[in-house]
């Protein structure tokens, strides 16, 4: 979605006028308000979905950070999932990634995934709940690995219908973390 800067303002003032006069109606002002201020303009489409708006394609960062948010769930269920042995087994396999498979976020500085991250999870209703009240700053670039890691698991992701990720598929896909040249 594409907004001038009169739409913005215009947009904003109602957002105020619907708060000051505590209207209880269809729209939350506050998610207005911050979808502008963020400039997250497609978060309009995803959470207003009965509003025919024009098609448009997501930015290529938010289609990224879903992938990457959808993948992290999968491999913290899977690792939790995980036994003591297999747990143990993982750490050597995929060291130094193998002990705490928890998402360590996005660079807040350098990664505009970090804000896309943390308007869904903070802005918009259920999205990606799994992570709500997270620190998601990594305070280190985490992109590159993310996609050589996505790279791994989106066939998997196509194969796993209802099953949580097992050690071999934790494995590989950690691994591909660490290796530049990984796939």
Do not use: C
């Amino acid at each position: 979605m594409k907004l001038s800067d009169g739409e913005k303002l215009i947009l904003l003032m109602l957002a105020d006028i619907y708060k000051a006069m505590k209207i209880k109606g269809e729209f939350d002002p506050d998610f207005i308000s911050n979808t502008i201020f963020k400039d997250q303009l497609w978060g309009f489409n995803w959470e207003l979905s009965g509003i025919p708006f024009e098609a448009a394609e997501d930015p290529s960062e938010v289609r990224e950070t879903t992938d990457f948010l959808d993948m992290w769930m999968f491999l913290e269920e899977g690792y939790e999932a995980l036994g003591p042995a297999e747990k143990k087994q993982l750490e050597k396999d995929a060291e130094p990634f193998g002990t705490d498979v928890k998402f360590p976020g996005f660079d807040a500085n350098n990664e505009p995934h970090y804000h896309v991250a943390s308007y869904m999870l903070n802005d918009m209703r259920h999205r990606f709940d799994y992570f709500k009240g997270r620190n998601l700053n990594s305070h280190s670039h985490s992109v590159d690995a993310y996609k050589r890691m996505y790279r791994v698991f989106e066939p998997i992701r196509n194969r796993l219908h209802n099953r949580r990720l097992n050690l071999a598929e934790l494995t590989e896909i950690l691994k591909a973390r660490v290796h530049p040249s990984y796939r």
